[in-house]
């Protein structure tokens, strides 16, 4: 229920959106989310709702942190 | 995929195990982290993420699972409702096999009663708007991530002037019951591992009162391996630090502020109410409630039923796993009469329920 997921947008319309993550597709509204989405972005998506968008960003200093808490290279 | 394959890179994860040994090495007391959020409860147990960690911590499960705390009168309520032919019962899937008192809506729907799964409360609002002879109900079940789906359906059915369209609500929000867990000195909770997806809709200042009145460190947790093991880390240092605090270390999606197109939806059509968790009593201000305003959306007063008493399964201890006082394994029916083909209680159930993670992936 609570089983949000990762996805990326290949579509944009007006209120909706299709999302694909490994081959699988779905439609989701856009009414949850204030800013505009692009194809090509990743949201997640809740329940037939993008829920927010994945900041690609703060995704690399994420993973910039967690090499630095134990000094590792690391690949991506 | 982007944004998940990363976060599950093996080097990446032993990286932080190795930092987790070397952090908690000299911790004065074991911690408890207690995560409440039926996807974390799943990942922590299938990417077999206790086994990475050190004697000094260990992880609880708490009330995560928005089935799981969903009361069996609830249930006994819906049920009723599926009993009417007129009645069209739309819900998510996870409800379907969780028992009420004397049966399921699978069970129903096998005896010819109309109960369909649906992917988004608006595909129930398009079911209402085809099916005008019928009163087409959604199973409004779930935590601030789903509630304001619901309240953009109840919009939407008022928009398109739908008189058939009702939703049976037993919506709940997070921090108060995180509050009375965290209040329990029986738990000893030492940090939270916070919901990733209701943060995304609440924000991370939400547990601000959290850690201010109970002085319990919360951090936002992803649900990817190398996420977890992350967000176990930054709890560690807090202790050692002797700091508490809120920090979000799934910034790519949660941010302070949280969602707030959701947050204005969840305003407008709910609003606080007392509620019942299975396992932890009624907690004030836990749930939400259709305003006024919406009354005429509201299942449970528009098409009210006498219901008797509902029963908990004999020798059920769901109460105790939802507030991490027992393990699964611990009840004496897990595994024995309870398994996911024959659930006697919904965390053996649902997709999201401690029992059904530790069924599946084994004990760590």
Known sequence: ?76 | MRFQEEYCDPDLVQGLAAALDREAADLIAPLRLMEVCGTHTMAIARFGLKSLLPSQIRLVSGPGCPVCVTPVGYLDHALALAADPVNLLTTFGDLLRVPGSVSTLMEQRACGADVRVVWSALDAVALAARHPDRRVIFLGVGFETTAPTVAAAILQAEQQGLDNFFVLTSHKTMPQAMMLLASDPQLQISGYLCPAHVSAVIGGNAYLPLVERQQVPCVVTGFEAADLMQGILLLVRQHREKQVRVEIQYRRAVTWQGNQRAQQLLEQVFEPCDAPWRGLGVIADSGLRLRGRYGRFDAACQLPLTLPTPREPDGCRCGQVLTGRIDPKDCPLFGTVCQPETPVGACMVSSEGSCAAVWRYGIQ
């Open chain 1, 1 to 76: 229920m609570c089983l949000g997921v990762p996805m990326q947008v290949i579509n944009v319309s007006d209120e909706t959106i299709i999302a694909e993550i490994d081959g699988v597709r779905c439609e989701a509204s856009l009414l949850m989310l204030s800013e505009p989405v692009t194809v090509g972005a990743y949201v997640l998506v809740h329940a037939g709702f993008a829920i927010a968008r994945i900041d690609a960003d703060e995704a690399e200093e994420t993973l910039r942190l967690m090499r630095e808490a134990f000094g590792g290279e690391g690949s991506a």
